[in-house]
């Protein structure tokens, strides 16, 4: 038998998962339908199994095994991959989709359960309270091994939905201890470790921790605390409610009961429908999005997330409104934003932006140029909070370019000065996040049309640097998207949410845009060429 020195250690990403309430089933149900429960448990584990593999096996290189145990009213799935002493510089992005894996993992595993058309969608009809699942994430050390003709061997690539290996290493035993203080949660359920924080917040994966659940778990010498999984931000949509709005109508049905338990579901669900709306770009899909994110306004105890959903889903819908319908879906946008800056900081991110597709729709100059200079002032007081938020200095680059061009049909002759500062605030931004360099070139192009505006349009050069900076600015897009799809296996065409992820934060800076807008606007610089 091997010994523990010559055991190879691995990092473990920890999922357990557990049915609460079993006992008291098994008691009060006859043995026909508990039986059934505990079918639908299983076979909603498999499922989310099944899907993790899938996406795990694109990340082979890096992941050593991802294995689940399923059985009785219990769910274990344990990930491993390499120490980080071991990884390569480029595996940063990987190591970024094995975390958001396993928390779609258990948001998903938690949706289905809670949507489940066996046991709880009865419940749902009659405003019942429904059957729950806790669900823990820990992060750890196991040393795994697979037991063959009575010798251990080292696991080195394995995928299974059967126990085949023994997972040695108290993170096991921690892992079930975080399920357990799970039970505690007002949310949705999901207990995460300090360890699973930290590695979340080490990565920059968008997730906020909730009150603390347990601080000392028993059995623990050196224990450490355990979290609720308040919101996330990481996952943008979900499978299980991107298919329509039968499911989302349930959701709304179940606010009456208990709208603070479920709002996490319930807010995946409206950006799972402003997604499909945006790349269909559907006006009655918009509407329902708008619709549904009415609801939770006047019932929830902090709504600011979910005004900020409706602005989102009103600003894009703008983009397939007439004209006056277009402005005033950009104007009541505006008016959520602002509510929901008041706890959302990245919200004034959206907000600036608002106001600088306003000053687009406005037929006055003077209006132009104060909604723009609004949006500066936005962008500034928001950088002088968050120095290290990138995003911000690439937003007030293309606010700086569109001022000075407005400015110079004012006789204004600031404009050369605004272009510096916004090649300054590029060139920051890069510093700070050099990864959607696609964004940077195209912003570039924009301060380059600015200045050759300044100069009355005449010189050549300026137009070829226009046409160089797009044409390259595509190049890397296409790089982008291409590895997105080849990481995630899908076929859309989306720009890497992770690529906007900041490690040593939690919070989203900003949520990448759709391919097609920035192609378009790209495609108008060189037409006005």
């Not at 999922?15 to 059934?36: G, Q």
């Not at 219990?74 to 940063?92: A, H, K, T, Y």
């Not at 306004?297 to 983009?319: K, T």
Request: neutral net charge; aromatic residues 10%; contains cysteine.
């Amino acid at each position: 038998m091997a010994t523990k020195t010559e055991m190879k250690q691995f990092n473990a990403i920890i999922l357990f998962a557990d049915l609460v309430s079993s006992s008291r089933m098994s008691d009060v149900l006859n043995p026909k339908d508990y039986l059934d429960v505990l079918k639908a448990f299983q076979d909603t584990g498999h499922e989310i199994l099944a899907q993790l593999s899938n996406k795990l096996r694109r990340l082979e290189g890096i992941v050593r095994f991802c294995e689940g145990d399923i059985r009785g009213e219990e769910i274990q799935i344990v990930v491993g991959f390499d120490e980080f002493d071991n990884l390569l510089p480029d595996s940063v992005n990987k190591i970024r989709l094995i975390i958001l894996s396993m928390i779609e993992s258990a948001l998903e595993l938690s949706v289905n359960w809670f949507l489940s058309p066996v046991v709880n969608r009865p419940k749902h009809v009659e405003l019942a309270a429904p059957s729950r699942i806790g669900i823990g994430l820990h992060f750890g050390k196991v040393y795994p091994f697979k037991v063959k003709q009575g010798k251990w061997q080292q696991v080195e690539w394995l995928i299974s939905s059967k126990p085949k290996s023994l997972h040695l290493g108290s993170s096991i035993n921690f892992g079930k201890r975080v399920e357990s203080a799970s039970r505690l949660s007002k949310g949705i359920g999901i207990a995460i470790s300090q360890s699973f924080y930290t590695l979340c917040v080490e990565y920059g994966v968008p997730v906020v921790c909730g009150e603390k659940l347990e601080s000392s778990p028993k059995g623990f010498e050196y224990p450490q605390p355990v979290f609720d999984l308040r919101q996330q931000y990481a996952m943008l949509t979900s499978p299980s409610l991107s298919g329509g709005l039968g499911k989302i109508s349930l959701l709304h049905e179940a606010l009456y009961h208990d709208p603070n338990r479920i709002q996490t579901y319930y807010s995946l669900a409206i950006e799972s429908l402003i997604d499909v709306a945006s790349f269909s770009k559907n006006r009655e899909w918009f509407d329902q999005a708008v619709k549904y994110s009415q609801y939770p306004l006047g019932v929830l105890d902090n709504p600011e997330y979910f005004h900020w959903l409706m602005a989102i889903a009103l600003y894009r819908r703008a983009s397939t409104q007439s004209a006056d319908a277009k402005r005033q879906d950009i104007e009541t946008s505006i008016l959520h934003y602002e509510r929901a800056s008041q706890k959302i900081a990245w919200a004034y991110l959206d907000l600036a932006a608002a106001y600088w597709t306003r000053s687009g729709l406005e037929t006055i100059p003077l209006k132009k140029i104060e909604d723009l200079k609004h949006a500066q002032e936005l962008l500034s007081g928001l950088i002088q909070k968050d120095p290290l938020l990138f995003h911000a200095y690439n937003v007030r680059a293309l606010v700086s370019a569109e001022l000075c061009k407005q400015l110079q049909i004012q006789g204004n002759n600031d404009g050369e000065k605004l272009l510096e500062h916004a090649l300054v605030d590029i060139s920051t931004a890069r510093r700070l996040n050099s990864q959607p360099e696609y964004m940077y070139l195209g912003t570039e192009a924009t301060i380059e049309k600015a200045r050759s505006k300044l100069n009355n349009g005449n010189s050549t050069q300026a137009r070829e640097r226009v046409l160089n900076l797009t044409g390259a600015a595509e190049i890397e897009l296409r790089k982008a998207i291409g590895e997105n799809q080849r990481l995630r296996g899908i076929a859309e065409e989306k720009i890497p949410d992770y690529h906007f992820w900041r490690p040593g934060y939690t919070d989203p800076p900003y949520h990448p845009p759709r391919p097609i807008s920035l192609t378009n606007a790209w495609a108008r610089l060189r037409e006005e060429n």
